[in-house]
Nanobody, 128 residues
């Protein structure tokens, strides 16, 4: 059974930083796409960042939503199946429930693979 577990959320002040972790276990595919999403009540779920998770020798590209560019960094420890979202210069608008999700796509640019596996979400609250 595939498990996706997020950790590292919490409350921070404006301008602060948080690093979210996403640990995936029970996944048998050698390559996949991992993405962080966020959602607030009354709003559509938004993809924040994604990273290709293919093995060594493959291109591992990252993507970010416009508001995250320059502030957030997605990274991975591929052998440990752990993925991170480093969030700097946090703003109140970053407040949301953050979800980690994975698809079986070799690359995140392949939209034919749905995000099959989801974590339960972790709250990030940014306040002044």
């Amino acid at each position: 059974q595939v498990k996706v577990v997020e950790s590292g959320g919490g409350a921070v002040e404006v301008g602060g930083s948080l690093t979210l972790s996403c640990r995936i276990s029970g996944y048998t595919f050698s390559s996949y796409c991992v993405a962080w999403f966020r959602q607030v009540p009354g709003k559509e779920r938004e993809a924040v960042a994604s990273i290709d998770s293919a093995g060594v020798g493959y291109v591992n590209r990252t993507t970010y939503t416009e508001s995250a560019k320059g502030r957030f960094t997605i990274s991975k420890d591929y052998p440990k199946k752990t993925f991170y979202l480093q969030m700097n210069s946090l703003k109140p608008e970053d407040t949301a429930m953050y979800y980690c999700a994975a698809s079986s796509a070799d690359y995140c640019s392949d939209a034919t693979h749905p995000f099959r596996y989801w974590g339960q979400g972790i709250q990030v609250t940014v306040s002044s």
